[in-house]
């Protein structure tokens, strides 16, 4: 992927991957780090889940199947991949794919929120349920996915897994009029802050975590 222009992020990022590397304590070391990649001064952040076999391959999260999908619908907003920032809660794949154990996400979700703090994105969007749960602990992401909620100063937009998508038309679709929304929240985010603020109730989503989703103020 073409590099990002240089930003003071960028050394604080390199740092951080570097102190993963060295970090013998994380699960899954026979598989390769798979830190992400982008533009480290980008308003949206997408997290994957883990790594799979092309990712885990490449050192580059979301390059297979998911990740074509993934690119398409970027493109499809008019964005490029190099504007925004890709990574994974688990940042090394867990063997045959299986899906990330409770104590693999605990064990990097410390880095992942370095990570977040370092790119201070105004969006976050976790791809998958995995991802949404760690920032939603109770939310179910057929209820939440397109939904809007604050985390900290953050908004935050579940999406369906583009892995989901792929095996279901109806996720899929779902997905696509979710993502189409991404521009029109990064546009309205000064907005919604003022009226966070000024405590207008109509159209701020409520304040985070949300433990049920079905509570929180849908602003599309
Ligand atoms: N699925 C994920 O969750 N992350 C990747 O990087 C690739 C597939």
Do not use: C
């Amino acid at each position: 992927m073409p590099q990002a222009n240089y930003s003071p992020k960028t050394d604080a990022l390199h740092n951080l991957k570097y102190e993963m590397e060295k970090d013998k304590s994380l699960p899954l070391l026979e598989s390769n780090l798979v830190f992400g990649e982008g533009n480290p001064d980008t308003d949206v952040l997408f997290i994957g889940e883990a790594p799979g076999y092309h990712e885990n391959m490449q050192g580059r999260p979301f390059v297979g199947q998911a990740g074509k999908l993934l690119d398409a619908m970027i493109l499809g907003l008019g964005w490029k991949r190099e504007d925004i920032y890709i990574t994974n809660i688990v940042k090394r794949r867990p063997p045959e794919n299986r899906d990330p154990l409770p104590e693999e996400i605990a064990a990097y979700s410390p880095y992942l929120m370095k990570q977040l703090e370092i790119i201070n994105p105004k969006i976050i969007a976790p791809l998958g349920r995995f991802s949404m749960n760690f920032f939603l602990p109770d939310a179910k992401i057929s209820l939440a996915q397109g939904k809007i909620f604050w985390w900290k100063d953050r908004l935050l937009m579940p999406l369906y897994h583009p892995a989901a998508a792929l095996r279901a038309t109806a996720v899929k679709d779902a997905l696509k009029v979710s993502f189409a929304k991404l521009p029109v929240v990064k546009k309205k985010y000064e907005e919604f802050v003022r009226d966070r603020k000024s405590g207008k109730p109509e159209h701020t989503p409520k304040p985070d975590p949300a433990p049920n989703p079905k509570k929180q103020a849908e602003l599309f």
